[in-house]
């Protein structure tokens, strides 16, 4: 896997079609098809149509009726230059090679139409923790996310590694990733899940935690 993140990606040696028009908006020379999130599109030169993506089968249209989970995607077809961008997010790249990562849905950005994806499902997690499903992208390509504020990349190896829900922006498909839940009823860790609960993450690989854990939560009065 090539990212930044790792210091080994030269750009000049895989397909040139995605780059950073600036740290926050992707630029996609497109030439025939992208899979892009729904709203995301804040200019374009050329010609092109843009149409919605369904679920592309009938296990991901359940997960997602059910769930209202996976990122809202649109499908992007013509020639010219795709200006995406969400929220004045940063965004990040990764050149998958024949490999899978999985992305908090509200993170996702873009990715090469060759990827297969998938909706998947964290067994253990209640709704509350807000990261009961998560999109799985395998394959050759590249794949755009969005962090809010500078992130950072943890590598799991080192040590057993925790996260929000909603701060996890991706991680390393392979990883063991199961909830934490901390033993005093009353502790407020993480605003975003609104419970005392953490993704955790074992074995080889990283995640990317952003610098923020969702918009903030209304507090209902009394």
Not at 97 to 118: H, M
Not at 178 to 202: H, M, P, W
């Amino acid at each position: 896997m090539r990212s930044s993140f790792f210091g080994n990606l030269d750009q000049g040696q895989f397909p040139g079609h995605f780059a950073l028009q600036n740290p926050k908006m992707l630029r996609v020379q497109l030439n025939g098809e992208v899979l892009a999130r729904q709203g995301s599109m804040v200019a374009f030169q050329g010609q092109m149509d843009f149409d919605y993506e369904g679920s592309g089968g009938v296990g991901r249209f359940l997960k997602k009726m059910v769930t209202g989970e996976g990122a809202p995607l649109m499908r992007v077809r013509g020639q010219g230059a795709l200006f995406v961008a969400n929220n004045a997010d940063d965004v990040h790249l990764f050149y998958l090679e024949n490999e899978a990562i999985t992305v908090n849905g509200t993170s996702l950005l873009a990715f090469d139409p060759q990827l297969t994806w998938d909706i998947q499902r964290l067994q253990g997690a209640g709704i509350a923790t807000g990261g009961l499903f998560n999109t799985t992208i395998h394959g050759t390509g590249w794949v755009a996310v969005t962090a809010h504020g500078a992130p950072v990349l943890l590598d799991t190896s080192h040590a057993p590694t925790f996260a929000d829900s909603q701060s996890a922006v991706c991680w390393s498909a392979g990883l063991r990733v199961g909830v934490n839940r901390t033993l005093k009823a009353g502790a407020l860790i993480g605003r975003g899940s609104g419970e005392a609960a953490q993704l955790a993450f074992q074995g080889q690989g990283f995640v990317l935690v952003q610098a923020s854990e969702g918009p903030i939560i209304p507090q209902t009065g009394g």
